[in-house]
T-cell receptor
């Protein structure tokens, strides 16, 4: 069945450091891929998405590219801020059905 | 109100109580979801409603009972819960078939069972 694996956290970085959070997936079809972010005390919110191979999703300085050959969707940001401290979830969804498969989440701490 | 709202935000209940969680979406979506989020565990999908019909029920104990009276409202009725049911309960909605399939989440209800 479909699954998502993302790097375990927590990840601790200093402000302005480069961020990578790895995400790989297994899927039988051609899923859409997502990164969601959860700030303390809130629900998840969509950060970015990509719906087909080689698509790049981007938002708020974050980017991720849908790599079918490596079944990956790694999240990157060139310069993190303290306000980026949150839990990040990689997710996939097939075009049929209602189920979104979420990774376990990676907690990011950014120090000033 | 915009987006997805949930009430109450916090709830403490005894094991013999009956309570309900409420979710409302203001996005015109046609699918709604209940998730359970526990510390150190992956997000668990509990129920899915599409056009007010339940389309998924992931082996959830019968002490959780969902209700979807219309496409904008979703309830989770709780009775005789156990301490291990303490968690953050998240509601979400999406526009299936015509949409991009991303989900929009509410802020959650933090439930503590004593």
């Amino acid at each position: 069945g479909n699954s998502v694996t993302q790097m375990e956290g927590p990840v601790t970085l200093s402000e302005e450091a480069f961020l990578t959070i790895n995400c790989t997936y297994t899927a039988t079809g051609y899923p859409s891929l997502f990164w969601y972010v959860q700030y303390p005390g809130e629900g998840l919110q969509l950060l970015l998405k990509a719906t087909k191979a080689d698509d790049k999703g981007s938002n708020k300085g974050f980017e991720a590219t849908y790599r079918k050959e490596t079944t990956s969707f790694h999240l990157e940001k060139g310069s993190v801020q303290v306000s980026d401290s949150a839990v990040y979830f990689c997710a996939l969804k097939d075009t049929g059905g209602f189920k979104t498969i979420f990774g376990a989440g990676t907690r990011l701490f950014v120090k000033a | 109100e915009t987006g997805v709202t949930q009430t109450p935000r916090h709830l403490v209940m005894g094991m013999t109580n009956k309570k309900s969680l409420k979710c409302e979406q203001h996005l015109g979506h046609n699918a709604m979801y209940w998730y359970k989020q526990s510390a150190k565990k992956p997000l668990e999908l509990m129920f899915v409603y599409s056009l007010e019909e339940r389309v998924e029920n992931n082996s959830v104990p019968s002490r959780f009972s969902p209700e979807c009276p219309n496409s904008s409202h979703l309830f989770l009725h709780l009775h005789t819960l156990q301490p291990e049911d303490s968690a953050l309960y998240l509601c979400a909605s999406s526009q299936e078939l015509q949409g991009g399939y991303e989900q929009y989440f509410g802020p959650g209800t933090r439930l503590t069972v004593t």
